[in-house]
């Protein structure tokens, strides 16, 4: 019987930059709390963004905000990075580069109740394109916005449309990815000799990893499957033993494999096979097994 377990490691840190302040409609500022590594093999990761507002024009009561994003496509951290998308209250506020802002009350509503007001944004970053991100790989994304004032607004397409600033420098987003690794294939699995007439069983082993992959091997029996049962000191008769290999490199218990190849995003298959050294005779009749776990870590 062959098990494994997996130990995934992380560590994406984003950074929101405080923008220039706009001088005809309001200032804005944008406000979020430290954001962990991104992991493009989990997902999507949600983050909370607050943008504080303060009104320049002293009728402003109300103010809609935009953000634009430096390409004309989909919307990425950086120009190859994650993608990832602004929303408030579900409804996207965040736009291709050349997007000015309606007046029509798009985007997030700020109420400027003593001339002032917060609202949350909601930031998702996501992998939904599949790109294989390597771990420790850093993008970055300077969003501009717009922001429109109005006065007395009560709903929208209401209220006396006053200034608008648009294009001003806003927040960063900045995004370094996880080193990651995770098993595909669920454990435990069977790699099953059936009555021995085979000298050669082999699984296997689905994985996805962001970095290279350090493996460490432990098997309960040192290399040998014991019949059900047995007492210790095992007899020759009740045990018979294997050799093994991962990925086609010989591997036995305790050993340590540093920095294997990267198995991406997309993911790949590492085989492992066991192989007796001839077929098993003057052995107990019965069942015998081994225990190998096999336990990843992210390498450099």
């Not at 802002?101 to 002032?116: C, M, R, T, Y």
């Not at 994304?141 to 600033?165: F, H, M, R, W």
């Not at 962001?210 to 045990?239: C, F, H, K």
Request: charged share 10%; hydrophobic share 35%; net charge neutral.
């Amino acid at each position: 019987m062959s098990k494994w377990t997996k130990l995934a490691g992380v560590a994406l840190a984003f950074g929101i930059a405080q923008p220039a302040m706009a001088a005809n409609c309001a200032t804005v500022s944008f406000s979020a709390p430290s954001l962990p590594e991104f992991d493009p093999i989990s997902g999507t990761y949600v983050q909370t963004i607050t943008a504080n507002v303060t009104n320049a024009d002293s009728q402003a009561g109300v103010a809609n905000i935009i953000l634009v994003d430096n390409d004309t496509g989909a919307l990425k951290i950086g120009s190859s990075g994650p993608e990832y998308n602004i929303t408030s209250s579900g409804t996207p506020i965040a736009f291709p580069l050349g997007r000015t802002i309606s007046d029509n009350h798009e985007g997030a509503q700020v109420n400027l109740s003593n001339n002032s007001g917060s609202t949350s944004l909601t930031l998702t970053v996501n992998n939904n394109n599949g790109n294989d991100f390597v771990g420790g790989m850093t993008f970055s994304e300077p969003l501009k916005y717009s922001i429109q004032c109005y006065k007395n607004a009560t709903g929208t397409g209401n209220g006396v449309i006053l200034k608008k600033d648009e294009n001003q420098s806003g927040l960063t987003l900045p995004v370094t990815i996880k080193k990651v690794v995770s098993f595909t294939t669920a454990a435990p699995q069977t790699i099953n000799f059936g009555n021995f007439t085979s000298l050669s069983q082999q699984i296997q082993i689905g994985l996805k990893s962001t970095s290279s992959i350090n493996v460490n091997v432990q098997t309960v029996n040192d290399n040998n499957m014991v019949l059900a049962g047995a007492a210790r000191p095992y007899p020759a008769n009740s045990v018979i033993s294997y050799s093994m290999t991962l990925k086609g490199t010989t591997v036995a218990n305790g050993t340590n494999l540093s920095n294997q190849t990267r198995a991406g995003v997309a993911g790949a298959s590492w085989p492992l096979i066991l192989t007796l050294p001839s077929l098993p005779t003057g052995k107990i009749a019965g069942s015998y097994s081994d225990t190998i776990t096999l336990t990843l870590t992210p390498g450099i």
